[in-house]
């Protein structure tokens, strides 16, 4: 062992004991308060009610039974196309013309096998009275001016279906009719609705449906999804029995007596269909929500706001309020706006609470 001098052993304990108190110190700073996050704002949760609502996406359509679609009584061409698609008509206007040269001929055609069938009935009648024809031959004689007559009246129809006229008051609002084109038996040609009896007609899923119930309350907006411009509120008049086949959903038809303006027929509107409501509903913003695996979590801001994460299940929610039904019992104080970046016991700093989150309607995710 080398024996240093007594001056050298001094230098060596005054520099160990520095190291020693600069370690101390760094110890100290690692334990200090966590950093506080800026811009954090919290609401307090409360009990309130809340009205569960279904999306769905409609579309405005005429009423059954306010609604005309005409088309040609017989093979023919268009000779005439009196209005344009969007114009407004009255009950009897004429619509579209039809070319009459094969509608005519089919009605004299018609109106010869009518006579001939009359007289040969009046021939088989006299021959049976004379003990000359049997009676089956009036028997067929009757069958075949019965259906003579039949073709006659439908060949004068058709003559005066040659001209399509509006049954109703109302607005073209499909129109197929070509000048010159040739036309089908019973083509749809033209179409007119009444812009005074309109429903809107919604798609949801059988799942859905079940939960919707005749004269519930809707909240109409125009466009594919909430937020758009606000229209009123309608009613639910009718929810459909069976699946349709090409979208596999179920129809629902509202109706809305007044609305901010006047609805068009094939105008898009989305609607927030009320199914239940909650007398005592946990909610919290969407803001609040922050994805946690399979799940959610929020942040709860305790009394020395020092932010704890807490797992929650969520159930009902619109665009911006979530409802709670496991996780939260009211009281609370959550993270709103900045909860994405707040971290477990971090200590935050935020604007005053509000009282309690807003009422607001929900549809299930």
Do not use: W
């Not at 109106?111 to 089956?136: D, I, S």
């Not at 004689?141 to 005066?160: P, T």
């Not at 609805?263 to 269909?273: S, W």
């Amino acid at each position: 062992m080398i024996a240093l001098p007594s001056c050298r052993r001094l230098l060596l304990v005054c520099v160990l004991a520095t190291l020693g108190a600069g370690c101390g110190g760094g110890g100290d700073e690692s334990e200090s308060d966590p950093a506080p996050v800026v811009a954090v704002k919290t609401a307090i949760v409360e009990a309130q009610p809340f009205t569960e609502t279904v999306g769905a996406i409609g579309t405005v359509a005429g009423r059954p039974g306010h609604v005309a679609s005409l088309g040609a009584p017989t093979a023919t061409r268009v000779s005439n196309v009196y209005v344009s698609e969007g114009a407004r008509v009255g009950a009897g206007q004429p619509l579209v013309a039809l070319d009459r040269t094969a509608i005519d001929a089919s009605a004299q055609a018609a109106e010869a096998a009518l006579t001939a069938a009359q007289q040969g009935h009046e021939r088989a009648q006299r021959l049976n009275r004379e003990g000359v024809a049997p009676r089956k031959d009036v028997e067929q004689a009757a069958s075949d001016l019965a259906k003579a007559r039949a073709d006659a009246i439908a060949a004068r129809r058709a003559a005066q279906l040659s001209v399509l006229r509006s049954p109703i008051a109302g607005v073209v609002t499909r129109l197929t009719a070509v000048l010159g084109a040739s036309v089908d038996v019973n083509q749809p040609l033209v179409e007119v609705a009444d812009p005074s009896a309109l429903d809107i007609v919604f798609t949801v899923t059988p799942a859905e449906a079940a939960r919707v119930k005749p004269n519930a309350a809707v909240t109409l907006s125009a466009g594919q999804k909430a937020g758009g411009e606000s229209l009123g509120s309608g009613t639910v008049f009718q929810v459909a029995a069976a699946v349709d086949s090409a979208t596999r959903g179920v129809s629902i038809r509202a109706r809305a007596p007044s609305t901010r303006r006047p609805l068009r027929i094939g105008e898009t509107v989305f609607g927030q269909i009320v199914v239940a409501t909650h007398p005592k509903a946990i909610a919290v913003p969407i803001a609040a929500l922050v994805p946690d695996g399979e799940g959610f979590k929020v942040f709860v801001v305790d009394s020395q706001s020092i932010a704890h994460e807490q797992a929650v299940t969520v159930g009902a929610r619109s665009d911006s309020m979530a409802e709670i039904t496991e996780g939260l019992k009211g009281g609370e104080r959550v993270v709103t706006y900045g909860a994405y970046g707040v971290e477990d016991s971090v200590k935050v700093t935020a604007t005053p609470a509000t009282r309690k989150a807003p009422a607001d309607s929900v549809a299930r995710p």
